[in-house]
């Protein structure tokens, strides 16, 4: 059975999560869920990271213990886990001891190696990236991602050899699918030629919160040794059954922000301990809401929670995906939330399953039998679906599977199975099937929604195998609710 693993990015725990949070457990959900439904192997780790200094400052400023603080917030992820209705396999946090030994383990196989020593070392520091930043990270002097000057820090640390790894990480970065899409690999690419690859700080000083490093113990372990061992910690490295089984990581999934510590310094690092290196690095946008950029500051750090409660979480993840591309900056509004549920889902979704079963139930007492292939099943483009979603153009994908939803509901107005008794039962039965498939292709996209429809079909869900007509033998149907009630 072929495997997949699949990561998120961890979310520091310093707040509670908002949309943006969001956006990438979704994308990434849907991809787990998508090769489950392949029948591969599948592991889908996220989780929080606790131990950044920006947590101890935040629980500090509000007089609170680091560690109550932390807790609290990464039980809100957690949270936000069920109420997207994420299949994740395991939720990782960095102050659990299985986290710490393997960056320690890590962190010592790096030294050992040879590629940490200790330097003072002067840069410019931004709190908010918790990174030395050069000065064409700075743009007017400032950090473009938190619009904060740097402070002047200096300070005796252990440093990592990432320059002696350039020649190395330059030819990986250049490999055509490590780094998806292309605009992210050709800046990734361009900046290690222009600048070439620094040794970088591994360890900082007089800190009482965080890892120890194993090799002296007033130093912590920085965040880079530290939150990105997370994906091998997980599974329990080296010796873990999971860690044999999954490892290397199919696809880590991360923010624009990230993408340079995801695509060199996390490859460098496990080069240096002589770790297989994770396959692909998928970068996605940044999300705004109603047109602008989350943030706390700007009051519009909506919880996900708030939205879900009022309009659904299928609606909520369909809105998601259909409007944010993942290679690009994308808005999410709840006007755009209102449109899609009462003109995709209620409409062409939600209508086709009521008024299809509606019918199933007047003639036939809901007991449908097999009957022949009347053509509707080849409106469907499986091999765009599959190519879009290995483009990961989920969105696209959607409107894909979307515009087989459109031709049942044109198919169900041609015949006029309420009126021509002789081909109704062809009819009737043809957009079972048509319901049947779109449901299982959607499985993936907005789960609740199809485990209900499959309830009403009175079926199983099922995987690839299944996308095929004429597979359900005897339909035994059972109208009930309601699939998407139209929002005012
Ligand atoms: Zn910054």
Redesign the pocket.
């Given at each position: 059975m072929e495997k997949f693993y699949i990561t998120t990015a961890i979310d520091y725990a310093n707040a509670k999560p908002h949309i943006g949070h969001a956006y990438e457990k979704i994308l990434s959900d849907v991809l787990a869920r998508w090769s489950r439904f392949y029948e591969k192997d599948t592991f889908f780790l996220t989780g929080t990271d606790e131990n950044a200094q920006k947590n101890d400052q935040v629980a500090k400023e509000k007089n609170i213990p680091t560690k109550d603080f932390v807790d609290k917030n990464t039980e809100s992820f957690e949270e936000l886990c069920k109420t997207l209705n994420l299949t994740n396999d395991d939720f990782i946090k960095t102050t659990q001891d299985r986290h710490i030994k393997v960056a320690q383990a890590i962190f010592k196989k790096v030294y050992d190696k040879g590629d940490i020593y200790k330097k003072t070392y002067s840069g410019k520091y931004?709190e908010?990236?918790e990174a030395f930043l050069g000065e064409r990270d700075l743009v007017d002097g400032k950090?473009p991602?938190?619009k904060?000057k740097p402070k002047i820090i200096e300070e005796e640390n252990y440093f990592f050899k990432l320059s002696k790894y350039e020649k190395e990480i330059l030819k990986l970065c250049s490999s055509k699918n490590f780094i998806v899409p292309s605009g992210w690999r050709k800046e990734i690419v361009n900046r290690i030629k222009l600048d070439g690859l620094k040794d970088i700080s591994v360890s900082r000083q007089g800190l009482d919160w965080g890892i120890d490093t194993p090799i002296d113990s007033e130093h912590k372990i920085y965040v880079w040794i530290d939150a990105l061992t997370n994906y091998i910690s997980a599974l329990s490295y080296p010796a873990g059954a999971k860690y044999k089984k999954y490892w290397p990581a199919d696809v880590h999934v991360v923010g624009k922000g990230i993408n340079w510590f995801h695509s060199v310094i996390w490859p460098a690092i496990l080069m240096s301990a002589e770790i297989p290196l994770p396959k692909q690095i998928l970068v996605h946008g940044y999300v705004t809401f109603n047109g602008e950029k989350i943030s706390k500051s700007l009051g519009n750090a909506i919880d996900p929670s708030e939205l879900i409660d009022k309009y659904g979480v299928d609606q909520f993840r369909y809105t998601m995906l259909k409007d944010i591309p993942f290679d690009q900056d994308g808005d999410f509004s709840e006007n755009s939330l209102k449109d899609r549920t009462n003109n995709e889902l209620a409409n062409d979704l939600g209508n086709l399953l009521s008024r299809t079963l509606s019918l199933c139930e007047k003639y036939y007492s809901g007991k449908l039998t097999k009957q022949k292939n009347d053509g509707l099943f080849e409106k469907l483009n499986l091999k765009k679906i599959e190519k879009h979603i290995e483009n990961y153009n989920l969105h696209l994908a959607l409107e894909e599977i979307w515009s087989f939803v459109r031709a049942s509901n044109k198919y169900v107005n041609d015949k006029e199975p309420w009126k021509n008794e002789e081909t109704r039962e062809v009819v009737l039965y043809n957009l079972l099937e048509a319901i049947r498939i779109s449901s299982l292709l959607l499985s993936s996209f907005i789960p609740g929604s199809c485990d209900k429809i499959n309830s009403q079909l009175g079926i199983k869900s099922g995987t690839i195998k299944n996308i095929k007509f004429g597979v359900i033998k005897k339909y035994s149907i059972k109208k009930g609710d309601i699939l998407f009630k139209k929002i005012e």
């Open positions: 931004c908010g990236c950090c991602e938190h904060k």
